[in-house]
């Protein structure tokens, strides 16, 4: 399975940006998706995941209430909006794709990497 995101962008602070992951293959009915982040001299950290079934997600505690995941399973491809943008959500954002459940995907137990989109958040 091959992710491609995509989305990034530079944006003032309180502002939105999407970003998207498309699989090159089927992924709805067995994966779990997420993204996470590194922003520069940081380490990678969670940010959110959604079950194969959309069903059940998770979000990092800094995000809670200004990202939402989502997935449109018909085009393979999960999606990150990201509203009330700050400067400390800079970072480079990859996604993610996991046989296994949301909690696991969240400690960081990935089978695919996408390559990232960098997130510029201005002041």
């Known amino acids: 399975v091959q992710l491609q995101a995509s989305g990034g962008g530079l944006v003032q602070a309180g502002g939105s940006l999407r970003l998207s992951c498309k699989a090159s293959?089927?992924?709805?009915?067995?994966?779990?998706m997420g993204w996470f982040r590194q922003a520069p001299g940081k380490e990678r950290e969670f940010v959110a995941a959604?079950?194969?079934?959309?069903?059940?997600?998770s979000y990092a505690d800094s995000v809670k209430g200004r990202f939402t995941i989502s997935k449109e399973s018909a085009k393979n491809t999960v999606y990150l909006q990201m509203n009330s943008l700050k400067p400390e959500d800079t970072a480079v954002y990859y996604c993610?794709?996991?046989?296994?459940?949301?909690?696991?995907?969240?400690?960081?137990?990935?089978?695919?990497w996408g390559q990232g989109t960098l997130v510029t958040v201005s002041s």
């Open positions: 993610a794709a996991a046989r296994t459940t949301v909690k696991l995907l969240q400690e960081g137990l990935a089978d695919y």
């Open positions: 293959a089927r992924t709805s009915s067995s994966y779990t």
């Open positions: 959604i079950s194969w079934s959309g069903g059940s997600t």
